[in-house]
């Protein structure tokens, strides 16, 4: 206190002061900002593993996706995933990480189906729409089915928090570490696939899809799956793709450089609006897509792994796998079992139509 004797005597003293103040109160904000999301968490997750209620298992996907993310900005790998972007792109199923994971799903229950829905972090609309009309896991009474949304990261403007919140809410989320773009649809698919061949391989059928797409669940069943297929393994179906060839007019959606695919032939494959496979092919695609280059049409590449394991795509009616929007009406989508590009309240609109109006037909 010497170099101020007299607190506030003077202007000169006034001024020290207050910069201590500043000083000393800027550091320990700080450091209280810098221990409470980084060290404090894992401090607190490390304390009590055995007693893990929603809300550590909350803070324990927010530490990971704040090591991912604070990982990723200083330019460093993140943890697990060491993998440059090149050997990624030969072994996709192997070089990412679970985010939001659902391990404990499938754990008490044999699925009938399992429904892998593309989505992003940004459609939280079409999530809630398909989570009360097709999706509902009670759309088809009596029979099991599951549901999980797929997604990867997405960095601009989404708050993952809300995803993380959606995901503790719902339990219907599943994210791995690879940023969620149109040319990783591939990764995407090879999640889903990766997450029936790893925590629900017993799962009858699954059905990968996308959020635009509705899907007649109960068509699907009714029509194709019961009474079961004459073989429950290798079943795999949808809209047929047969003898296409490699787009190379770049203003094409489609449009493949002949550096990611130098043939000029693809393998038959289903349109990835909607196909529909047995579980045991789950495992085999993700075996086959370690073997098979990446290329990023995820339809197209599943094509690849089928045809790589041998497995034959059946055959069903051209008029229940739709790549179009199928004008609406009950009596209409009481025969198929997709229609395209579907806004989020007409997934409701058309199932609860479907769901009244059917018997009339
Ligand atoms: C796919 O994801 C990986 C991993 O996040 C990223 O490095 C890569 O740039 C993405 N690819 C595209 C085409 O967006
Ligand atoms: C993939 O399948 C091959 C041939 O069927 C088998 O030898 C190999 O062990 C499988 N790999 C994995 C990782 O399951």
């Known amino acids: 206190m010497s170099y101020c004797s007299g607190f ?9 002061s207050l910069f201590l103040v500043f000083t000393i109160s800027f550091t320990a904000i700080y450091l209280i900002s810098y221990f409470y999301t980084s060290d404090y968490l894992a401090a607190l997750l490390k304390s009590d593993d055995l007693h893990m209620g929603s ?14 993310v604070s990982g990723k900005e200083n330019g460093e790998a993140p943890p697990e995933n060491g993998k440059s972007v090149n050997e990624a792109t030969h072994t996709p199923a192997q070089s990412f990480t679970f985010l939001i994971n659902e391990e404990e799903k499938c754990r008490d229950r044999t699925p009938f189906l399992v429904l ?5 972090a940004a459609e939280l609309q079409r999530r809630d729409a398909i989570r009360r009309s097709w999706g509902s896991e009670a759309a088809v009474p009596g029979v099991d089915i599951l549901r999980l949304f797929m997604l990867g990261i997405n960095t601009r403007g989404i708050n993952e928090d809300v ?19 149109y040319n990783n649809l591939t990764l995407k698919t090879l999640m889903g696939m990766r997450w029936v061949a790893s925590y629900c391989s017993g799962t009858r059928f699954a059905m990968k899809t996308d959020s635009d797409v509705f899907v007649n669940t109960m068509h699907l069943v009714e029509k194709l799956l019961r009474p079961l297929p004459p073989s429950t393994q290798n079943y795999f179906t949808g809209h047929l793709m047969k003898g296409h060839t490699p787009i190379r007019n770049k203003a094409s959606k489609w449009y493949i450089s002949e550096e990611e695919f130098p043939g000029n032939r693809y393998h038959t494959f289903c349109s990835g609006t909607g196909y529909v496979f047995s579980g045991d092919l789950a495992a085999k695609i993700v075996n086959a ?3 098979i280059k990446y290329i990023h049409l995820e339809d197209v590449y599943v094509g690849f792994c089928l ?14 796998f739709n790549l179009h929007k199928v004008p609406f009406s009950p009596c209409t989508y009481n025969k198929i079992i997709t229609s395209h590009h579907i806004q989020p309240h ?10 009244e109006k059917k018997h009339t037909c």
Not at 8 to 16: A, L, Y
Not at 60 to 68: A, E, P, V, W, Y
């Open 307 to 320: 045809n790589a394991k041998g497995v034959e795509i059946v055959p069903v009616p051209y008029s229940l």
């Open 116 to 120: 892998l829905i593309s989505t992003t």
């Open 163 to 181: 995803l993380l919140r959606e995901s503790e809410q719902y339990h219907d989320i599943i994210q791995q570490d690879f940023l969620d773009t």
């Open 55 to 68: 809300e550590k298992s909350l803070l324990k996907k927010t530490l990971t996706n704040f090591k991912q």
């Open 346 to 355: 007409e997934h409701i609109h058309y199932w609860e139509t479907l769901q």
């Open 289 to 291: 897509s370690l073997t």
């Open 8 to 16: 506030f005597s003077s202007m000169e003293c006034t001024k020290k």
